[in-house]
């Protein structure tokens, strides 16, 4: 062996394991991830709608506001939950005070004619709430339907 | 240090370089990988049977047809949706169409007495839809029970 | 090159093979994994309750008791299946012997005035039945609403 290969040789093997090690550092952050969950609310159900931001609440309460993104996503039947005089209304200010993320389906209003002047002002929108859904999912966020 | 372990190391550390590479290749290829979703129909409630079938076609349309893989899990109380009568039948045959694949369980099917006769053309069968729901979220799928 | 450097990048790569080779074990044992659900019961509805029931007996009589594990997590309106008196309640035994683990929101019973008193012998506590079912998910579980 010569030198010139002997130096390539470790610095191969030091570089694979720098990056095993980074990889390592990476499933500890995965393991402390912060908790993250999208509540689907599709019923045109205000006891589902009480539900939906109970659950927001206590999922706060139990592993801190700092430790979990909490999102609820409205679509379908399930939107009138949003509009600006729901009988939720209050519950949506709070929810939003408190760093829920509450996200209004486009889709689902342009069909229901609704414009974001109906809407609640705390709310934000995404095209289709569906595909919210799925691609949060996609990103590793737990699923609820209350 | 002779020639021969000299070697030896150089391969380990060439190999563990190779494979480190093939590791980083494959959390890429997880990065551009398909939209896929599995959607439940559980309710004996043809609302919700047209609310299902307008989710898979907004994801199709959100995010592009060729993007997506959309499975509709029909079982228990929602094995009507996929008779050949049902009030959505036509549009059962629209989703097949545009690649929606559309399942029934058949332990439901035993349970209610329904014959691959008593059902839609365009379905397929599983041995549990509640088994199907399961595999595929362990598979990456997102869920969704509108 | 010298005999010391030398033994350290082989060291070196040995260790990193070591590391690559067990993460390789990992990915095998992933792949393997028992299968795992949660269901979800946060209705106040007994054909609810005996659907979750049946979804679970078909989930461990189709793949084997043996390959799932199967945890049915009831809260909200969905607390009173697993009331003592419940209309469900040998069913619930008959879940627990089969190895089902059934569990009850802690928050939810404090909410209704319920004390262990009240509820199934079999059943087990979660001090917040949704933070339960957000955990399973991101520790891999399927998640199963019926």
């Not at 949506?92 to 002047?117: F, P």
């Amino acid at each position: 062996m010569n030198r010139r290969s002997f130096i390539q040789a470790g610095a191969l093997a030091a570089s694979a394991t720098l990056l095993i090690a980074a990889n390592a550092q990476t499933t500890v952050a995965a393991t402390q991830k912060r908790h993250k969950i999208v509540i689907q609310v599709s019923d045109a159900d205000p006891a589902k709608w009480n539900l939906a931001l109970n659950n927001a609440r206590n999922l706060q309460d139990d592993v801190g506001a700092a430790h979990v993104d909490v999102e609820i996503v409205a679509y379908g039947p399930g939107i009138g939950m949003l509009k600006f005089d729901a009988p939720v209304a209050s519950r949506i200010s709070d929810a939003s005070k408190a760093g829920v993320k509450v996200l209004a389906c486009e889709n689902t209003m342009r069909g229901q004619k609704l414009t974001k002047d109906d809407m609640h002002a705390a709310v934000g929108y995404v095209p289709a709430g569906v595909t919210e859904i799925m691609k949060k999912q996609s990103e590793g966020w737990a699923y609820l339907r209350p």
